[in-house]
């Protein structure tokens, strides 16, 4: 489940894990955390996700990005049920809604922050990068900079890094920018957005459904950033 | 990985998540919970632990104690390494030792408690349930009180509960109990402690090494607190 991808260079540069779910704001957050200098471990989930080719994005995008390594830590999150996105009896919806919907996993970034904090005490990194963004995901408790302060303190707390003194930061570079924001800022550090994938309900040859609210932040953010979309759509009638 | 055990009686019955990890704390969680009327979801967390007798003993303790479902989620946290138990090649310590034990996993509560709060949003349970204990623990940093109270503070920001203001209460009964107490309390409510494994190191038939950190505190706890202990050692040497 462990894929090395670019040999480290540098071994005094400090370390960071890198959250990277093979979406667009992830893939910006590990370039900015790779032009700021550090080494990143790429950290994904395999939480069930109804699609695979998130997963394959996401190596993708660690190796072109230059993580020192990508690993995959599978979790039968499924199990729990509650989401679309894990949840097959959960249509995805294609139109917007209002408030919480139901794409949301429940807990799911408490779920990942807690594994890469796992893991940070391993590699003895002392940052975490999460691509959590307040702006496009207002629905989603967990996307807010009170959530990533209150785990901030919490690992703070809860980690042998924290007790001898050296506390993890959280760092989520992502959390006020717009979508068009952060897709100028990623296009400026070279990231090809065409590897990344954002659907929550692509097709067998992972091409965007087009119409789902991931698929309509991406596309508007593209618009408004003034930046060609490389996104393979689905056609529709 | 979900089994049914005893169904729910009393609809109305406030619920609880309840981490179960097959050993002598969380067993006596569970019998505490259910005693002050929860119908009690437990939840275990396959983590790579090195000794399947673990979640054997849980799924054996859920059924006794009267848990309206036990689910086990599947994570292979040996991925990350860094654990004497999930990492087999470091050895468990059979003397003790100082400082934070290397049967430490990085960051497991902090884990533990964010799965079962994914759990609880979907049972909707207001309150989960965990078997942590500051007294024989100490040198564990996410066994302490400031590390359940932070968590808590996490969980009222992190869910969909919290933003409606329903936030999740962290209940951890046994914190600031000895091994003795702990005994004596679940004995009192009917636990059959010769159902639990706590063993670090135990043989094929399960039986106890009677050395390990675990085994120690367990021992003694059955001593001190005048209980006969049902467990069943290794003969050694």
Do not use: W
Request: hydrophobic share 45%.
């Amino acid at each position: 489940m462990s894929a090395s991808t670019t040999p480290s260079t540098g071994a005094a540069a400090p370390r960071a894990v890198v959250l990277l779910s093979g979406g667009l704001d992830s893939a910006t957050v590990l370039a900015m955390a790779r032009a700021s200098g550090r080494q990143c471990h790429a950290l994904s989930v395999d939480y069930g996700q109804r699609h695979r080719c998130e997963l394959e994005a996401a190596a993708r995008v660690a190796t072109r990005l230059g993580a020192c390594e990508h690993r995959v830590i599978t979790l039968d999150y499924g199990q729990l049920g509650g989401s679309a996105l894990t949840d097959p009896a959960i249509a995805v919806p294609d139109t917007p809604g209002t408030g919480i919907p139901v794409t949301y996993v429940p807990a799911r970034n408490t779920v990942m922050l807690a594994l890469a904090l796992g893991f940070a005490e391993v590699v003895e990194a002392d940052e975490i990068h999460i691509g959590v963004n307040a702006v496009d995901y207002s629905g989603y408790p967990d996307c807010r900079p009170a959530f990533v302060a209150a785990f901030e303190r919490l690992a703070a707390l809860a980690t042998r890094a924290g007790v001898e003194g050296h506390p993890v930061r959280i760092v989520a570079p992502l959390i006020d920018l717009s979508k068009a924001e952060i897709i100028r800022r990623g296009s400026a550090l070279g990231v090809d957005y065409g590897a990344t994938v954002s659907c929550y309900a692509p097709d067998a040859a992972a091409r965007a459904c087009g119409v789902c609210d991931a698929c309509r932040l991406r596309r508007d953010g593209f618009a408004a950033g003034g930046i060609v979309d490389p996104t393979v759509y689905q056609a529709r009638d």
